[in-house]
């Protein structure tokens, strides 16, 4: 189906079936009880999921397969973010302009830089793509473009931002928050509660989520193609290939503007839901975050970037609101001095202080599991396996992970 | 994968099921549709407090958050009740607010324009935040304005400087009791003229963004009115640490006064930096160079130490203020927490209990309402003597402080010293002023 292998096909329709169910599956708590913490079905996160699974995989197209590592990708997400609250300043709030522009431009930047940055490989690209990214982010943190031309181009720290007397000349009257066509605002949302349970349908997520499907779909078929292949070959040994008489920079450069246009789209996606591009997005420390999901989840393979994307906003948003507040609640059960001994041993690693937390897991995921969460999830299925001899299905443990 | 048998009528089939599973529960629902956002529905009521927990300004949001948590202690008559006691208008009761407890989330802005918006965004979307309060930097201020104003929520700003947050870039939603860039300049150069004179030559070195480029606007317009020259601008990078090669320039411009349009850590490290280079032993053109800092706060002069002495700036409160209310906060935020509350914890403060009293008088939570209760409102006895909320910026007209970083300091918290309380009327401008031009407030937006 839809021109791939039975498990691809497999893997599409569970990816399917997970982002469509998400509203559930990501509240699984009553909405009063002290669990609803954990909670993460509200519109903004849900977003972020779907957004940053799709920065994640267009990363890993460059990264998983080729092996170049760019620590300079934020960039594009910053272009992308950029290009779509232009649109809504200069025509109106339809997202429908922003996105294709988005896409188109950041796959021109990134047809400028791959051009220069790959002519290294190994750690200098990396370091070149950085500056570059560095480059990009201060030149837009300090609006120098606009301050050499005079007028606004990225509003610097500030971020760019719509204002009643931007031109929007195609602008209605009831239009305020960015919008699909008209027919639906990406902010609204439809609560159903059943019982003390409470779920988000967010229109923003589910337009989010089919554009991660539709990407999740191309990154498959690239994955597949025989130009994946030529790229997993760069990977493999650039030097060989460059021996047989192969000139290998044109489908790298193929594979740094495509992860460049996945970054845009993804930027562009992050202003359609919150109409503000801010230059933080560029900064390195947003690059390093995408090579973290990526490894995280597992280089290479196709659900990996998703779900180390996930795992690192979930950390991101739930585990730095859990203040002394909450932990005082939870150990209320205790006696007072073993109460305040517990919430002084767990303080340090949540709240402010989830980037420890998230950076021992990550440790422990890249010790114990070099294939990142989707390797987690092989060696449970093999364990799952050996009991159930019944079900010797042929791929699983040999082929390498996808 | 046991998915390796999968036909086109077991899809067709799940997916029917899948599809009537969702459709299903449409039909259990309650709607219940308030007419605006996070309308408070059991026996309590979700302030979002959203301050920067990391980063340049950590030390004053973690200030912030402890004058709120106090704050919706009195609110829910808890403690001594502080300012309630003081507030000239007595509709809060110490019983929560219209009957309803208070109860608080909190975010890390990281002062990061996203992060804030995240962080926001999380407090509105999941915990049911009714308004959101605090912040450290004018930018997040701007951009978690405009979120507030989009979701339907009010938006009571922390510490936010720059005149664009009523200004340029105000909105409908957002109000500030903090003071603006404008009215430091306007207070400051009197005092300036009279200290050091009115024919000085200005080197003004600025952080560059919103607050920086609006506080240099504002010092440079209101100096050069009583005679001063400005030399030279210089715009450093809010992330800059070292500004050695920053201040060497100014010896050699001829200019005989340092303006630092810098706060935090930025402030804190040019301030260190000028007097390593010994400029306030420095002559030029026969008079002794000095240093001002348009915008001080307590926590910046303590991380500059003995550096600040003698040095001026302005400020919005200061816990040294002999009225009932400044005395009644500092009184039982010392007993809360050992030490005085900043200025940043004082704006903070009040403004959690302006909203709470404005939904009070309103009788509804509704944000238009509540703005409507807002605008143009009198008050006094919360440390600044009479206060209006101005209704066509939503800017807070009061009394500002001009300080001095004391020369012979007693303790650790003596490090500023109260030299002017400048009067209100010295610091109004027009809502049309250039400096605050451009902007709209729009119409108040309640939500869905």
């Known amino acids: 189906m839809f021109g791939t292998a039975k498990r691809d096909t497999a893997l599409l329709i569970i990816v399917a079936i997970l982002t469509l169910f998400a509203p559930f599956l990501l509240n699984p708590f009553p909405a009063g009880s002290a669990m609803a913490q954990f909670n993460a079905g509200y519109p903004d996160l849900m977003q972020r999921f779907v957004i940053f699974g799709i920065f994640a995989i267009g990363f890993n197209i460059l990264f998983g397969l080729t092996g170049y590592l760019s620590f300079g990708h934020a960039a594009f997400l910053g272009v992308g973010s950029y290009a779509v609250v232009w649109m809504y300043k200069l025509l109106d709030y339809n997202i429908i302009w922003g996105l294709p522009l988005a896409i188109v431009i950041s796959g021109v930047f990134a047809l400028m830089i791959g051009f220069i940055s790959l002519r290294r490989s190994g750690i200098y690209f990396s370091i070149l793509t950085l500056a570059f990214a560095q480059m990009m982010f201060a030149i837009s943190y300090s609006d120098l473009l606009g301050r050499f031309f005079g007028t606004t181009i990225t509003n610097g720290e500030t971020g760019l931002q719509v204002y009643r007397s931007d031109p929007q000349v195609l602008i209605d009257s009831w239009e305020s928050v960015p919008h699909l066509l008209g027919l639906v605002e990406m902010r609204s949302t439809y609560t159903m509660r059943l019982g003390d349970w409470s779920f988000d349908f967010n229109a923003g997520y589910y337009f989010c989520a089919v554009i991660m499907l539709l990407t999740f779909y191309l990154a498959i078929r690239i994955f597949r193609s025989p130009f994946g292949m030529m790229l997993r070959a760069v990977k493999s040994n650039q030097q060989r290939m460059n021996y047989t008489g192969l000139n290998t920079r044109p489908y790298a450069l193929a594979a740094f503007v495509i992860s460049g246009m996945y970054a845009g789209l993804a930027g562009g996606l992050m202003a359609a839901m919150d109409p503000l591009a801010g230059a933080e997005r560029m900064q390195w420390t947003a690059s390093g975050e995408v090579v973290l999901m990526t490894i995280l989840g597992g280089a290479g393979t196709l659900i990996g970037p998703v779900l180390g994307a996930g795992f690192i906003k979930y950390f991101e948003n739930i585990f730095s609101k859990i203040n002394d507040n909450v932990l005082h609640s939870w150990f209320a059960f205790l006696p007072d001095g073993i109460e305040d001994f517990m919430v002084v041993i767990v303080h340090p690693f949540v709240g402010k202080g989830w980037h420890l937390t998230l950076g021992l897991m990550f440790m422990l995921v890249v010790i114990f599991l070099p294939g990142g969460l989707v390797e987690g999830g092989q060696r449970i299925a093999r364990l799952f396996r050996r009991k159930n001899a019944r079900n010797d299905a042929p791929d699983g443990s040999k082929t390498p992970a996808e | ?448």
Not at chain 2, 9 to 22: E, M, Q, Y
Not at chain 2, 50 to 55: F, K, R
Not at chain 2, 366 to 380: K, S, T
Not at chain 2, 397 to 409: R, S
């Open chain 2, 1 to 448: 994968m046991s998915f390796s048998k999968l036909t086109r009528r077991g899809l067709i089939k799940t997916s029917a099921v899948a599809g009537a599973g969702l459709a299903l529960p449409t039909y259990l629902r309650a709607d219940a549709h308030s007419g605006f956002t996070n309308a408070p529905t059991g026996d309590t009521v979700t302030f979002g407090f959203n301050v920067p927990q990391t980063g340049p300004y950590a030390e004053e949001g973690l200030d912030e958050l402890r004058a709120q948590e106090l704050a919706v202690q009195h609110l829910n008559g808890e403690g001594d009740g502080g300012m309630m006691n003081t507030f000239s208008s007595k509709a809060l009761k110490g019983n929560g607010i219209m009957g309803k407890k208070v109860t608080f989330v909190t975010g890390d802005t990281q002062t990061k324009s996203d992060a804030a918006r995240a962080s926001a965004k999380a407090m509105i979307e999941k915990d049911g935040a009714i308004m959101i309060n605090g912040g450290s930097s004018s930018g997040v201020a701007v951009a978690v304005q405009g979120l507030c104003q989009e979701a339907g929520v009010i938006f009571m700003a922390g510490l936010t400087h720059s005149n664009d947050t009523t200004g340029k870039d105000k909105k409908a939603n957002g109000f500030r009791h903090f003071f603006n860039a404008y009215m430091s300049g306007a207070a400051l150069a009197p005092v300036l003229a009279k200290e050091y004179g009115k024919d000085r030559r200005a080197y003004h070195l600025t952080a560059d963004y919103t607050w920086g480029w609006t506080q240099q606007e504002s010092m440079a317009a209101a100096t050069e009115a009583m005679g001063w020259e400005t030399v030279n601008n210089v715009l450093t990078p809010l992330a800059s640490t070292d500004f050695s090669s920053y201040i060497a320039p100014v010896l050699n411009s001829g200019a005989d006064v340092l303006v630092l349009n810098h706060y935090g850590g930025n402030m804190v490290n040019s301030l260190t930096n000028a007097v390593q280079f010994d400029l306030l032993n420095k002559e030029v053109n026969g008079k002794k160079f000095e240093i001002v800092v348009p915008l001080y706060s307590e926590l910046m002069a303590a991380g500059a130490g003995k550096n600040v002495q003698g040095v001026i700036g302005s400020m919005n409160w200061n816990w040294q203020l002999q009225d009932e209310g400044s005395k009644a906060f500092t009184k039982s935020f010392g007993e809360k927490y050992g030490r005085p509350p900043s200025n940043s914890a004082h704006t903070c403060y009040v403004q959690t209990l302006l909203y709470a009293d404005a939904v009070e008088r309103a009788g509804s939570f509704n944000p238009c309402a509540v703005a409507e209760a807002l605008e143009d409102f009198d008050f006094d006895g919360m440390g600044n003597g009479p206060t209006t909320y101005r209704g066509a910026d939503h800017q807070c007209f009061k009394d500002v402080l001009v300080m001095k970083g004391t020369e012979n300091p007693s303790n650790e918290y003596d490090t500023l010293e109260i030299v002017e309380v400048t009067p209100r009327a010295q610091v109004e401008y027009e809502p049309d002023h250039p400096m605050f031009a451009g902007g709209d407030l729009g119409e108040c937006n309640p939500g869905a």
